[in-house]
Structure formats: structure tokens, C-alpha cells
């Protein structure tokens, strides 16, 4: 089955820039989406279509696609972007989708 | 607003079945897909599949099907997450999401509460 792979975790101190990646073989045909998930709470979608912010998410958080890779950008980093992030795609289909495995962002 | 009101928790024993709902307001229940998606304790999320509430078509994850049926009510703007033969690996919250705009396909952007099911002996 489809696999979308992220690191699991990124450490970057307060106002430098997080970049977070994720491949997957059918990145050169598929959206990339990026979900933003707090300890307890449900996950809120802040990037879709690669890199088109929902609206009321800061514009410090980007993403971009290339290849086989979209990579999450979230530039001046703060402490309450402290989550766990998740990027989520569509295999060939366009039918099944999964989420990647997680990356652990720590901001200190 | 967009409100999506998930049934509570629930514990059952290995090989039963569980059926979590998913009640919808707020938006024209038919416009939109509904996706299911699972977190177990300490791991990420895992879709499940997607329904479409208009007309009842599905697709489930490969690693599910076969033990998922999603459902709905239109009557009650509700959708329904089945699975059966249950196992120690299947304790997670289940989360619905609403797709984020009419006629898109399992790109969820609205989720309800989440529902914890655990499953022990």
C-alpha cells in the first residue's frame, strides 16, 4: 500500500525556520495537505493543494511540492507551534489516502 | 457552523463489533464527503476510508476492509463507522471529518470530537 515518509522529529529554536518534509511516489501527480495536531485535539488542516492556507492560519506557515517531495515551511518559529504535524496525500487513484507517519516538532 | 457530534466511548472485547456515529448540522449534509480517521495511543493518524453522503459510495483503507462498513442517515444527518471483529490493535480515537469543500474526496477539514474505543478482555 501507499506510504508517505516524514522525519519524526524536528527541533529548531524560537524564530528560526522549520522545514518539514514528506515523500511519496506519487507527489509528481497528488496534492500535498498538511495537518497541524496539539496533544488531545482533533487535527486542523493548515496548508492544502501544497500550499494554499486555510483561512486564520498565519502566513508563517508555507508548503511547496517538487517530485517526489512536499515539504512544509513554517518560517519564525514559535514556541505554541510546538505539535505534531502530519502531512496526507492520495496514492495514484485518487481514491486512498493516507496520512505520513508524523513529525514531532519541538520549538526551544 | 459546522458541527460534527460524535457518539462516546466505548469498550469492547476482542472479536466484537463497534459502531461510532457522527452527528451532522450546521452545512447541507448531502454536499459533503465524510472521512474516518483513527489515532491509537502514542501513534499517528491513520485514514480509514470516506464516504459519500449523497450516495453512499465508499472506500475503505486496504488494511480495514473487510472488517469496515460506513453508513449514513439522512434523516438524522448522521454517518456511522462499523467495524467488527475487533482487536487489541484497533483501541484509538475515531475521528470524523467533513470534507472541506462539496464533492472532494477524503480531504476532511472539520472534525468531530473524536471517540476513544478500547478493547480488552
Known amino acids: 500500500s501507499y506510504e508517505l515518509t516524514q522525519p519524526p522529529s524536528l527541533s529548531v529554536s524560537p524564530g528560526q525556520t522549520a522545514r518539514i518534509t514528506c515523500s511519496g511516489d506519487a507527489f509528481p501527480l497528488k496534492y500535498a495537505y498538511w495537518y497541524q495536531q496539539k496533544s488531545g485535539q482533533a487535527p486542523v488542516l493548515i496548508i492544502y493543494e501544497d500550499n494554499i492556507r486555510p483561512s486564520g492560519i498565519p502566513e508563517r506557515f508555507s508548503g511547496s511540492r517538487s517530485g517526489t517531495m512536499a515539504t512544509l515551511t513554517i518560517s519564525g518559529a514559535q514556541v505554541g507551534d510546538e505539535a505534531d504535524y502530519y502531512c496526507y496525500s492520495t496514492d495514484s487513484s485518487g481514491y486512498f489516502w493516507v496520512f505520513g507517519g508524523g513529525t514531532e516538532l519541538t520549538v526551544l | 457552523q459546522v458541527q460534527l457530534l460524535q457518539s462516546g466511548a466505548e469498550v469492547k472485547k476482542p472479536g466484537a463489533s463497534v459502531n461510532v456515529s457522527c452527528k451532522a448540522s450546521?452545512?447541507?449534509?448531502?454536499?459533503?464527503?465524510i472521512s474516518w480517521v483513527r489515532q491509537a495511543p502514542g501513534q499517528g493518524l491513520e485514514w480509514l476510508g470516506w464516504?459519500?453522503?449523497?450516495?453512499?459510495?465508499?472506500y475503505y483503507a486496504h488494511n480495514v476492509q473487510g472488517r469496515v462498513t460506513m453508513s449514513t442517515d439522512k434523516s438524522t444527518k448522521t454517518v456511522f463507522i462499523e467495524l467488527r471483529s475487533l482487536t487489541s490493535d484497533d483501541t484509538a480515537v475515531y475521528y470524523c471529518?467533513?470534507?472541506?469543500?462539496?464533492?472532494?474526496?477524503?480531504?476532511?477539514?472539520?472534525w468531530g470530537q473524536g471517540t476513544l474505543v478500547s478493547v480488552s478482555s
Open positions: 450546521g452545512y447541507n449534509f448531502d454536499a459533503y464527503g
Open positions: 471529518g467533513r470534507d472541506r469543500v462539496p464533492g472532494a474526496t477524503g480531504r476532511p477539514d472539520s
Open positions: 464516504i459519500n453522503a449523497k450516495t453512499g459510495s465508499t
